[in-house]
């Protein structure tokens, strides 16, 4: 085995040189640092799964509206580990979100998006907002009524983004309306284009990063670590975790498939986006119709994009890295938490 | 012309560079505009006017939501048995409406929109009536047409 030091000699090892691939680790070192320096790991992870379960549930999915839902209901119930299968995906898209914000309010409340890190700044925008494109495709496909309702208003709301609303809400429908052709484009956009696209970012990403190697601005002068094995180790562990997190809640936790959608029939009464649009949709549920001269719903997806587009220019706005910037997006996330937690009342 | 002729002098260096970067655009435009163009989609033709059913499969004083060209049509008959079509599609975000026969007026379930049965909203946030449809009966057939 090639994990055990020294023992250059095995099999495996004498093959792929594992001495000197060690050797070169153990010399390379990275900061010693906390927990949260290990949430893009774990997202990364976490992708891998999503492609790995993803790929599966591709054998036996069927993209038409005539028999998605039918063959997501035979996937769960009939195929042998089906349901275990589309749990993993279906719970592995959730934290992936999770850990991507979560991974993004650490670097920004480190203050780790200044320069000189504004590429990895930028292309963590970039998958952030591919994984988003991920779910929303993702979550067209089951074609339940809550999926059909989703991509109603969820490309409705897109049609009211400045400039380029039109151009998206048709984009998102895959033509003016909400029909077969969106679930068609959405299937393609859903298992190959996204996916091949975030792979290719992931690398541009981790390139940035490393090339920049990532310590916070404020202790560089902090103790480091070898590669291998204290970093490896400690990365292993936060994998193993999240494993086991994903396997608990797919085994134990089922996710409901949802009954078909039929378009004749009324929306239903109650629906809710997924969580992390929760605090969202609540603002927009309790709006006036009209904000400052502007219909409600409108007003309020520009001043979302207007936060989007700070959040996106934050490493030009905010150049040291400073105290406020900490503070408003501890703000941002308390009040998005209150938001939500209100939504669910 | 300097006797070394392996290493180019500064302008020609820049005139290089300056080929191989208008190369590269535009063979990332070649493979660009089409895949952007393929990609974009496609209008979708409409069925021009649909038959939705029988007369007799619409009961008097009722409401029932049909698909025309894969989108709902809320079709009201009315207990003299006239019939009118709405877009099925509510105003304001574009949930689903239907037919509340106990109230006899037309509901959105997403925030609570009201519409009259002359499609007119009444109450919630919707901002405009709903979009009506042409309905024409012909020998015993209903057909529905866009306005
Ligand atoms: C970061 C990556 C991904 C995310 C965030 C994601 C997200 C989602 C979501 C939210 C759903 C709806 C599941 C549900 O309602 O339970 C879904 C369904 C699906 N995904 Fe993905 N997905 C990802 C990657 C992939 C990949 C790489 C493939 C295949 C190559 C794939 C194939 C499918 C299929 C076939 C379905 C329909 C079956 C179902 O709804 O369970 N996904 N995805
Ligand atoms: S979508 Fe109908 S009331 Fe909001």
Known sequence: MMGTDGQGSSWLGARIGWDAIRATLSAQRVARRNFSHFLGGITLLLFLL???????????????????HASLERIVGEVPYGDLIRNVHAWSSDLLVLSLVAHMFTVVVRGSFRSPRELSWWSGQALLVLCIGLAFTGAILPWSQEAYLQARVGSELARYVPFVGNWLHHFLRGGDEVTSSTLQHAFGFHVAALPAAVTALIFLHLFFVQRRAATTPRDDDAPT?????DFLVRQAAAWTA??????????????????????????????????YFLAFHHVVRVAPRDLLGMDGARFLVAAMCGVGLAVVALPLLDRRGSRLTAYLAWIFLLACALLSAYALT | MSNDDRAPTAPRRDFLGMAVGASATAVAAAIG?????????????????????????????TGKTV?????????????????????????????????????????????????????????????????????????????????
Not at chain 1, 54 to 68: E, I, N
Not at chain 1, 249 to 275: C, H, K, M, N, T
Not at chain 2, 33 to 60: I, N, Q
Request: glycine share 8%; aromatic share 8%.
């Open chain 1, 225 to 229: 670590m070898p590669v291998y094995p």
């Open chain 1, 242 to 275: 999240t494993f086991v997190v994903v396997m608990t809640l797919a085994i134990f936790a089922q996710r409901s498939v949802g009954v078909a959608a039929d378009p004749r029939l009324p929306s239903v009464v109650g629906a809710r986006p997924p969580w």
């Open chain 1, 50 to 68: 999503e492609v790995g379960s993803g790929v599966l549930v591709l054998l036996y999915y069927r993209p038409d509206v005539a028999q998605a």
């Open chain 2, 33 to 61: 505009y089409p895949v952007a163009r393929f990609v974009e989609p496609r209008p979708m033709p409409s069925s021009g006017p649909t038959l939705v059913g029988k007369v007799e499969d619409f009961a008097l004083g």
């Open chain 2, 67 to 147: 698909l025309v060209d894969e989108k709902p049509v809320l079709l009201l008959r009315s207990a003299d048995g006239h019939f009118r079509a709405f877009s099925a599609i509510c105003t304001h975000l574009q949930c689903v409406v239907g037919y509340s026969a106990e109230r006899n007026q037309i509901e959105c379930p997403c925030h609570k929109g009201v519409y009259s049965v002359e499609g007119v909203n009444i109450a919630g946030p919707p901002p405009r009536p709903l979009e009506e449809l042409v309905v024409s009966v012909r020998e015993g057939s209903v057909i529905v047409s866009e306005a």
